[in-house]
């Protein structure tokens, strides 16, 4: 009876030293490092990953080198493309006037000619001849501009062609109408240059 009570005493000391064991094995396999480590040795995966995004990574930093030097070119070109339209943009402005001035030199030549023979002769009939042909050539050459005068007399009154400086009654026409231009209204092309400044006849009293 007492072998059987020490038997028994064995079987559950070793029963105990089992548990005991097992516990410490359970313990052991829920540290982190443990677990950290099982992981990397169960997943052999993980070399390729890091490696991908180490890949991955560079080829970003390469995009992003590219598109900063790309930016940095582009702004190089629109500032001097800025600098040079500023500069053609100055140039043109300061001599819009070229082409007309051209066209009127020879007028300018010919005002020249016609006085110095004028003060030679003193034939106003040949000065009045040469200054009707300087006038015609002044006004081919302000055509040739796109000016053009404006026909006013005997118009409607139009206050976007017209300033009325004077009302007067006229029997014969209708109010509002242009009696006389006292100085004549231009077009540049389509566009108003100057208004007419004109006599309106005004309403019968």
Known sequence: MIKNKKDKQDKQDKQDKINEDRKVLDINIEDPDILEM?????????????SNEESKEKE????????????LRTAAEFENYKRRTD???????????ERLLKELL???????????SFEKSHDNEALKKGIDIVYDKFKTALKKQGLKEMDSDGKKFDVNLHEAIMQQPDEGKDPDTIINTVEKGYYLK???LRHAKVVVSSKQE
Not at 43 to 50: G, H, I, K, Q, Y
Not at 106 to 116: G, L, Q, Y
Request: aromatic content about 12%; proline content about 4%; glycine content about 0%.
């Open 106 to 116: 020879p007028v300018v030549d010919d005002f020249n000619r016609t006085m110095v």
């Open 87 to 97: 500069t053609e943009r100055a140039d043109f402005y300061a001599y819009a006037s």
């Open 38 to 50: 099982k992981k990397s040795t169960d997943n052999p995966e993980n070399e390729d990953s890091n």
């Open 60 to 71: 970003f930093e390469q995009q992003i080198a590219q598109l900063r030097d790309l930016y």
């Open 190 to 192: 389509d566009k108003v």
